[in-house]
């Protein structure tokens, strides 16, 4: 077996960390930075408080970034960057403000729109902004990964867009910056770390040190989710959770993620299912079909994870999911034929074929008529 291993992004974490921005500013050496966040920081007053604590090093903010970043929002935040000489870039919220910003802070030593490299194959410019990366969200990782994750509600799709350029250049984990999440979001992001860190470990992509990452990330999911939606004060389950998020995120940016994310991406467009949500929903389905294979690796993994295989640690999979809260089905929908032969149809996305177990239509088809 051949790997290689890359992580370039350096990690800081611990309660209250976000407060040395300005000093993680003059290590970059920059001085003309735009904090990219979303509406509700700054109806909230955290962008500001970010801002203040840049001591100046941050000159503006650009706000508008959806919960599924559009391509739109990348082309006008790229465009304030041009606009104002911005030397570097602070992505402030969940994966959104992460993507668009990873994506403009490439596109915008261009005069392109983000759509010539969305979904099209050709390759992101390498050329890139320093970018300092500040989760507030338990969920996505994407404040260590190459990939930025966008929509095109124009032309009806989502996915997402690799380079290695849009690798940040610091991460600050803060886990205080989690302690406001609603119940609901600390479960659909937490879902989600788990699907990071699952899908990492039996993508065909697997290697030893992201296999070892995945295990120590989905442990804690196991243990602590459950804590840290139902008691939001709590400071170790919040602590705990942060780190799982940011460790699952390093377990799957090699391997890249498989089944569950291809089949989000029609959950979230179609049905407007929140992306950890939308992941966590087929999970214990997918868990069934990968559990043999890999020459039993995957249900040694369920059992280092104190379950007796893959297939009792799908049933705990489900039982998490109710336990938080989070749907199990799509009943609510009243699916027709068609909207679930849409489903199958879009759920063919390149990282289907990372999965382990080849995924058929039929596969797809049964999997969404059981949750009519």
Known sequence: MEWEYLQPVTIRFGAG????????????HCDRGLLV???????????????????GALVGIYSQVSPNPEVTEVDACAQQIRENNIDFLVALGGGSALDCAKAAGSVCFTEDSIRKYHGTGVPMPQEHLPLVAIPTTAGTGSEVTCVSVLSDKALGKKGPINSNAFYPAIALIDPELTYTLPPYMTASTGIDVLCHA??????????????ALALHAAKIV??????????????EARSKMAEASVIAGLAFTL??????????????????IPHGEACGLTLDYFARINADAQDGRIHAFARELGF??????????HQLKVDVGLRTDLKEYNLTDEQVADLVRISRHPNLYNNPVEIT????????????
């Open 17 to 28: 960390i976000v407060k040395e921005l300005k000093n993680v500013a003059e290590s970059l």
């Open 37 to 55: 966040s979303d509406p509700f920081f700054m109806k909230s007053g955290l962008a500001e408080q970010i801002v203040a604590a840049s001591d």
């Open 198 to 211: 699952v899908e990492g470990f039996w993508s065909k992509g697997h290697q030893p040190i992201c296999d």
């Open 222 to 235: 196991f243990e602590t989710l459950r804590t840290a939606v139902k008691e939001p004060q709590n400071q």
């Open 255 to 272: 391997p890249k993620t498989t089944s569950s994310h291809a089949c989000s991406f029609p959950l979230t467009n179609l049905l407007h």
């Open 308 to 317: 007796k295989d893959m297939y009792d640690m799908a049933d705990a999979i």
């Open 361 to 372: 239509d039929a596969m797809l088809d049964e999997m969404y008529q059981s949750m009519r």
